[in-house]
T-cell receptor, first 115, second 114 residues
Framework: NAGVMQNPRHLVRRRGQEARLRCSPM?????VYWYRQLPEEGLKFMVY????????ESGMPKERFSAEFPKEGPSILRIQQVVRGDSAAYFC?????????????FGPGTRLTVT | AQKVTQAQTEISVVEKEDVTLDCVYE???????LFWYKQPPSGELVFLIR??????QNEISGRYSWNFQKSTSSFNFTITASQVVDSAVYFC???????????FGSGTKLNVKP
C-alpha cells in the first residue's frame, strides 16, 4: 500500500515564476492537508481539502497561493509569482476520514528553492 | 490561541542512554489531541502516538514511553536505551477537537552517537 506521494521532491524556481506542487494521498483517503516548514521551524498548517472542496484555508497566505483537490487526480498547491520567502519544505498529509483526532499520514515533502 | 513549545532545540546522547524530549502546550479548550511524530533524515513524518485530553494514562511501546500531565500541560516523550536509528527530529503537535489541523512545535533534533 503506497504512502502519500509528493512530486517533485525538489523544485527550483526563479523569482516571479509559478510553482506547482502535487500530492497523491494514500489509497482510500479523501482528505488532504498541506503544511509548510520553514528552515529550523515546525510545520505550519496551510489548508485542508476534501475532494472538490476546501474545508479550511485559514493558514493560506491571502495572495499568490491556491490549492485544489479535484475529483480525479492529485491535490495541487499552486504558488504564483514566487518570492525568496516562499523557499520552504511543503508537506502534504492525508487521512481516510475527517473524524476528530484523525492521524494524518505525511508524504516526504517538496523542497522549494526560489533563486 | 493554541501553541506548542519544544524548548530543546537539539540533544546529543551516546547510544544506550535514556533521553526525554519535552513538550509543553497551551490551549483554553478542554478537549484536544496530542501527537508525536518522528522526522528521519529522509524527510517524511512518521506517526508515533496520539493521546486525547481525557486519557492521562502514560503509555509504553517498546523503548518509547510518554508522560501526559494535564496539570502542567506537558506531554513528554522518553526513549530508553537510545539507538543510532533514533536519530531524527521529533515533533510534538496539538489538534483541537473540532478542527483537523495540527499545531506543531518547532521540533527537537536528537543525535544518538555510537
Amino acid at each position: 500500500n503506497a504512502g502519500v506521494m509528493q512530486n517533485p521532491r525538489h523544485l527550483v524556481r526563479r523569482r516571479g515564476q509559478e510553482a506547482r506542487l502535487r500530492c497523491s494521498p494514500m489509497k482510500g483517503h479523501s482528505h488532504v492537508y498541506w503544511y509548510r516548514q520553514l528552515p529550523e521551524e515546525g510545520l505550519k498548517f496551510m489548508v485542508y481539502l476534501q475532494k472538490e472542496n476546501i474545508i479550511d484555508e485559514s493558514g493560506m497566505p491571502k495572495e499568490r497561493f491556491s490549492a485544489e483537490f479535484p475529483k480525479e487526480g492529485p491535490s495541487i498547491l499552486r504558488i504564483q509569482q514566487v518570492v525568496r520567502g516562499d523557499s520552504a519544505a511543503y508537506f502534504c498529509a492525508s487521512s481516510p476520514r475527517g473524524d476528530r483526532g484523525n492521524e494524518q499520514y505525511f508524504g516526504p515533502g517538496t523542497r522549494l528553492t526560489v533563486t | 490561541a493554541q501553541k506548542v513549545t519544544q524548548a530543546q532545540t537539539e540533544i546529543s546522547v551516546v547510544e544506550k542512554e535514556d533521553v526525554t524530549l519535552d513538550c509543553v502546550y497551551e490551549t483554553r479548550d478542554t478537549t484536544y489531541y496530542l501527537f508525536w511524530y518522528k522526522q528521519p533524515p529522509s524527510g517524511e513524518l512518521v506517526f508515533l502516538i496520539r493521546r486525547n485530553s481525557f486519557d492521562e494514562q502514560n503509555e509504553i511501546s517498546g523503548r518509547y514511553s510518554w508522560n501526559f500531565q494535564k496539570s502542567t500541560s506537558s506531554f513528554n516523550f522518553t526513549i530508553t536505551a537510545s539507538q543510532v536509528v533514533d536519530s531524527a527530529v521529533y515533533f510534538c503537535a496539538l489538534m483541537m477537537y473540532n478542527f483537523n489541523k495540527f499545531y506543531f512545535g518547532s521540533g527537537t533534533k536528537l543525535n544518538v552517537k555510537p
